[in-house]
């Protein structure tokens, strides 16, 4: 059976640090590109960074310089670790593996993450 399960969100005052964790089971983790999107309330769901099988990534510009994924092929984890977080980084945040990007791939459950100001 082919699982995403994430964790990590949680409360957090403007200006600190989550670190969310995805942790992969019945799939090829490695042959994966894994990526991290978010929704807040209202909006359409957006891509926050990618990481392929290499390990190369990308971001979105509104997190770059703050946001950093990275992945333990040996654990079937990727994780995103969150500085700086802002009042608009509230969203759910949702794991998302595939191996071809024009496929929807698989879908985690989703964590939240709620910013105070």
């Known amino acids: 059976q082919v699982q995403l399960v994430e964790s990590g969100g949680g409360l957090v005052q403007a200006g600190g640090s989550l670190r969310l964790s995805c942790v992969a089971s019945?799939?090829?983790?490695?042959?994966?590109?894994m990526g991290w999107y978010r929704q807040a309330p209202g909006k359409q769901r957006e891509l926050v960074a990618r990481?392929?099988?290499?390990?190369?990534?990308i971001y979105a510009d509104s997190v770059k310089g703050r946001f950093t994924i990275s992945r333990d092929n040996a654990y079937g984890t990727v994780y995103l670790q969150m500085n700086s977080l802002q009042p608009e980084d509230t969203a759910v945040y949702h794991c998302?593996?595939?191996?071809?990007?024009?496929?929807?791939?698989?879908w985690g459950q989703g964590t939240q993450v709620t910013v105070s100001s």
């Open positions: 998302n593996a595939v191996r071809d990007l024009r496929t929807d791939g698989v």
């Open positions: 019945g799939i090829s983790f490695r042959a994966y590109i």
């Open positions: 990481i392929y099988s290499g390990g190369s990534a």
